[in-house]
């Protein structure tokens, strides 16, 4: 149902009395001009609305296109109509505009084509409410004839979201959205998911030409349009708003001041409306104020029938005061209503009405996406400046869920994202936190971008996670252990793949340092024998091993760092001498800016797969320390080079003093004592490891 409403000239001097006799504040009042430049806002002259452009409303790219000026008609147009905002592209386009959340609205979008195109074709289309349809919008090509839409809902967010959607039939646009608060008592229809939309409203009786009342006569800005019938018969008296202030309708005075009766003294006055829907529901307000001072002899009583039925009797209208009916129930079951005001047998007066409302009950209980969820994305979408059409619901309408999403209802009714796909979307930046409060997320992938920084543990949060892709970005760091394990057990399908920086092994996370490391100590012997790249020799040759660095030994210990690859190249002075080549790569000499100097093993980048063996060594030799084995000064490890950086053995490497050619050889009850030995220190050492561990987990 929607109404084609005439526009009527007003006298500007009339207006301009009324204005000044009832100065009325607009707080709360949200009035957008759609389509007024930005920075222009204006008081309007008829209404002393103080209108404001809709720019700073949309997050859309829109053309703007100021409605062709009918100069001829422009008397007759309020100037929030002069101009529109259309929206020629994009299926959905949403304002977003802050609201009191929990007040009661009276909400209004306007319409006035005026061929502002010059095609002559007023198109069709669709306006949202949030998730739920609000109406289909057709225009008229008539000039003097605008649409508006109206219903009275109470937010449940701190913000509305309109959406104009094309539906095909033309460019949608829109004129100004206008938000009044009401009292909460009023237009109380006790259905919560419900909205009431406006089909009539008139005033009858008035005597002016002027057609309509709205602001600054009506507090809420309602629409009064005038009524008169031939078959009825006009009243009129002065009625002053402090008289009408204990009705919660806050009825305005000009529009109760006047009423219409019967000409026929004895007849009903009669008003029907017809349903497009027999289960439609519809709200009736009755407003009723006495305009004659009955003498002592008189009476007005009169009972209302709805289709026969008995709606409300007696009616009784006290004098200059205003009264409301309604039935708390709706009126349903018919394709035409048809409402009789008719006197009781001992009323010496006949019936009469002052004004009418007919709303039209509207579903809105499609489910909205749940506020952690419309939150999160919101955040996904603004740190990334996802350039899609991303806008109102999230899921909801169904055919209008946003491109990369999947949703599922859950068993409150309430939609959740399940599924975000933003693939070859060109994201750049951290991995965003928010996609951890999509806590019913199941699949997730984020694959051929340029996401930089580490896999976030916080990823670990989305239990229900069951697609993690993250291929092709550039992901440093380690994957966090909990999804590698998820991974294993088969409950997450995990793409991790072509991120040249992150290691995708359970080794590489600081968090799992002690277990692989305890794992490896059963082997350590061997380590210990086998060690690349040399060791600290049996007491009787340690003098002449180390005669120059037993003192520097405790803090090169200290010193144990992390080296760029560009200090690298300095201490080898760019891996100009190879002392030795070992398991995974060559060795160099170098010399730190102290003169001391080191070993730098260089992990060779044909031998990636040495990364773990290379990490483990690192670990290790961070926190074992033993006369027998190697110091590590420092390691590095940047994308380019891997490097394991140790105390400088002079006398050579464990296999020159293992091997018969060398005069320093080591007897064979040497070599048992060293290993011995070692593996006794490493032993009381892994106790203490394990201790600490027991205090970490603690
Ligand atoms: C009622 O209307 C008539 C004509 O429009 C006017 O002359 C008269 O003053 C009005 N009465 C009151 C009480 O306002
Ligand atoms: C006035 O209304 C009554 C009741 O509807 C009807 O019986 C009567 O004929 C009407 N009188 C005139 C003159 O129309």
């Known amino acids: 149902m929607r109404m084609l409403l005439h526009f009527l000239s007003v006298s500007l ?21 759609c389509g007024l430049p930005e920075h222009l806002s204006y008081s309007e002259v008829k ?10 409303f949309i997050d859309t790219d829109t053309d703007t296109s100021k409605s062709i000026r009918h100069t001829k008609e422009m008397s007759y147009i309020e100037q929030q109509l002069e101009y529109v905002r259309s929206f020629p592209n994009g299926v959905k386009n949403c304002y977003r505009i802050n ?4 007040t009661k609205y009276l909400i209004r979008a306007s319409f006035y084509y005026g061929n502002y195109d010059n095609l002559n074709d007023p198109p069709i289309f669709d306006l949202h409410f949030g998730a739920n349809l609000w109406d289909t919008v057709k225009c008229s090509n008539n000039v003097s ?5 109206e219903i009275i809902y109470t937010p449940s967010h701190d913000y509305i979201q309109p959406c104009l959607v094309n539906t095909g039939q033309g460019t949608p646009f829109i004129s100004a959205i206008e938000l009044r608060p009401l009292n909460d008592i009023a237009y109380d229809t006790k259905s919560p998911k419900s909205v009431l939309s406006l089909v009539e409203r008139w005033e009858l009786g008035s ?7 709205r602001y600054k006569d009506d507090v809420y800005d309602r629409m009064w349009f005038s009524s008169i019938r031939s078959d009825w018969r006009r009243l ?29 003294g004895s007849a009903a006055i009669q008003f029907s409306w017809s349903a497009d829907d027999v289960n439609n529901q519809y709200y009736l307000y009755t407003h009723f104020g006495e305009v004659e001072k009955l003498a002592a002899n008189e009476t007005r009583a009169f009972n209302i029938n709805v289709n026969g039925g008995l709606f409300y009797a007696p009616v009784i209208p006290l004098y200059r005061k205003a009264m409301t009916i309604f039935s708390n129930r709706p009126l349903t079951g018919a394709t035409v209503y048809q409402v009789s005001l008719s006197k009781t047998k001992n009323s010496t007066l006949p019936p009469i009405l002052n004004a009418i409302e007919i709303y039209k009950l509207k579903d809105f209980s499609q489910s909205e996406t749940q506020q952690d969820d419309v939150d999160s994305i919101i955040n996904i979408k603004n740190v990334y400046g996802v350039t899609r059409n991303w806008q109102g619901d999230p899921c909801a309408p169904v055919n209008y869920v946003w491109e990369g999403l999947n949703c599922s209802v859950d068993g409150n009714n309430i939609s959740r994202i399940t599924s975000l796909d933003l693939s070859s979307s060109g994201l750049i930046g951290q991995i965003a936190s928010s996609i951890s409060k999509l806590t019913m997320l199941q699949y997730l992938d984020l694959s051929n971008n340029g996401l930089n920084g580490s896999l976030p543990d916080f990823l670990i949060q989305l239990h229900s996670l069951k697609v993690l892709n993250v291929r092709k970005n550039k992901l440093t760091g380690s994957v966090p252990r909990e999804l590698i394990e998820r991974s294993k057990t088969g409950s997450l399908s995990l793409s991790v793949d072509d991120n040249p920086g992150l290691c995708t092994t359970k080794s590489c996370g600081k968090k799992s340092l002690f277990v692989p490391l ?12 086998f060690i690349s ?16 660095n037993s003192k520097q030994r405790g803090s090169l210990i200290s010193k144990q760092q992390a080296f760029s690859y560009t200090s690298i190249i300095n201490i080898t002075d760019n891996f100009k001498t190879i002392i030795g080549e070992g398991g995974f790569g060559k060795v160099y000499l170098g010399t730190l800016q102290n003169q001391t100097q080191v070993a730098v093993k260089r992990l060779s980048l044909s031998s990636m797969q040495g990364y773990k063996e290379f990490q483990s060594e690192a670990q290790l030799l961070m926190i074992v320390h033993h006369r027998n084995l190697v110091s590590l000064v420092g390691y590095c490890d940047e994308d380019e080079v891997k490097a394991l950086i140790y105390e400088y053995m002079v006398n050579g490497n464990l296999h020159q003093h293992l091997s018969v050619e060398n005069t320093n050889i080591l007897k064979w009850n040497e070599r048992l004592i060293i290993a011995v030995d070692a593996a006794h220190d490493i032993r009381e050492q892994e106790t203490q490891i394990k201790e600490m561990m027991c205090t970490v987990l603690a």
């Not at 004839?145 to 839409?149: E, G, K, T």
């Not at 305890?518 to 024998?529: D, H, K, T």
């Open 13 to 33: 001097g009339v207006l301009t009395i009324l204005v000044l006799v009832q100065a009325q504040d607009q707080s709360g009042f949200i009035s957008l001009d």
């Open 47 to 56: 209404t002393g609305i103080n209108y404001i452009s809709d720019a700073k």
């Open 99 to 102: 609201v009191s959340n929990g």
């Open 145 to 149: 004839f605008f649409q508006f839409i």
């Open 207 to 213: 005597g002016s030409n002027s057609g309509s009342y």
């Open 236 to 264: 009129n008296t002065s009625v002053n708003n402090d008289d009408l202030q204990q009705n919660h309708y806050k009825l305005p005075a000009i529009v109760m001041s006047t009423a219409v009766t019967p000409v026929n």
């Open 518 to 529: 305890i794992a490896s100590f059963s082997a350590l012997i061997i380590v210990i024998l």
């Open 533 to 548: 790249l040399g060791f600290r020799i049996f007491r009787r040759h340690k003098a002449a091993v180390t005669s120059t």
